[in-house]
């Protein structure tokens, strides 16, 4: 059975990369075809709510609310990526002096790659923590206090910050750190969600619904395994650091930057496991932000028992 794997085109995915390249994934009796989605997160749930992805690592608050909002009907949790959480950074033109993190949350254009995405779901969160920080009792977000402008990923966002057509828009900090290199864009501040970076979906519909699908994704997941086993083994301190040179010529990373991201990351021993603690946590807080409009909202339906480790 043939395998339609979306993931984003950063570092985060490089274990998956070093194994399509090597032609691991083939050795080991997968059929996995790699489909790099530059819009993130909102694109591979949309793909997979439609037939086009079997699988994807997306977003962990970007991911929870479409399933959440769903209720587990077309799209389900089978695992954790990256447990480490992700660094959002806010961005705003390089010539944009005057833009400060306590201006933007009173209102302004928020740049996102499309609703329902990270940078879409994490703007409602920094409006949620920024109202229960300046609120005497923390209070669900009545409306958001953003507009939002579709600009469907990385280079449409900055353009969109360099010409002030937006404000400023959210996308992980070493992603970014080039433009800001580049005095192309500035930091206005950061944005740090207390979950996961990454959890892995799967469609339900012929994949987890069938006896051969969920045997496929369980094979996949020890195989990622591996694969997330020996990348790190390539970024070893000593001896050739293979991964290290895959991070510097695959994505133009100096090699300060990569292994400066390497030291924020952090891969779960086995991506089966799902934490429920964090998914109850990330659940209640988007709730409270305004992203997820479902009510009673039943977390056993949410992750895939056969599959996922649900502990």
């Not at 006896?211 to 994704?217: D, K, N």
Request: hydrophobic fraction near 45%; include cysteine; charge should be negative.
């Amino acid at each position: 059975m043939k395998l339609r794997l979306g993931v984003v085109p950063e570092h985060f995915s490089s274990p998956v990369f070093l194994y399509e390249q090597s032609k691991a994934f083939a050795a080991r009796g997968l059929d996995v075809e790699v489909v790099v989605c530059e819009a993130g997160t909102g694109d591979m749930v949309r793909r997979l709510q439609s037939g086009e992805l079997d699988l994807a690592f997306c977003v962990t608050e970007g991911l929870t609310t479409a399933v959440a909002n769903d209720g587990g009907q077309s799209i389900q949790i089978v695992g954790t990526y990256v447990e480490s959480p992700l660094c959002w950074s806010v961005s705003t033109g390089y010539n944009n002096h005057q833009l400060s993190m306590d201006q933007l949350n009173h209102g302004g254009t928020i740049g996102i790659s499309r609703f329902g995405s990270g940078s879409h779901i994490m703007a409602l969160y920094m409006a949620q923590v920024h109202n229960e920080a300046n609120t005497s009792a923390a209070q669900p977000l009545s409306a958001s206090p953003f507009t939002f402008k579709v600009l469907h990923n990385l280079a449409g966002l900055a353009e969109g910050a360099q010409t002030g057509a937006i404000d400023a828009f959210l996308w992980e900090v070493f992603t970014t750190k080039h433009l800001y290199d580049a005095h192309a864009l500035r930091p206005v501040g950061q944005v740090v969600p207390p979950w996961s970076s990454f959890t892995i979906a799967a469609r339900v519909d012929q994949v987890l619904s069938t006896v051969q699908g969920a045997e496929t994704v369980r094979l996949f997941l020890a195989v990622l395994n591996d694969a997330v086993a020996d990348f790190l083994h390539g970024m070893a301190e000593s001896g050739p650091q293979p991964s290290l040179a895959f991070l510097m010529d695959r994505f133009n990373y100096s090699q300060d930057d990569a292994l400066a991201w390497f030291k924020t990351v952090r891969y779960p021993q086995n991506v089966s496991h799902v934490s429920r603690d964090e998914i109850s946590r990330c659940v209640k807080t988007l709730t409270a932000a305004g992203a997820i409009k479902a009510t009673d909202v039943d977390l056993d339906a949410l992750v895939n028992p056969t599959v996922a480790q649900w502990q």
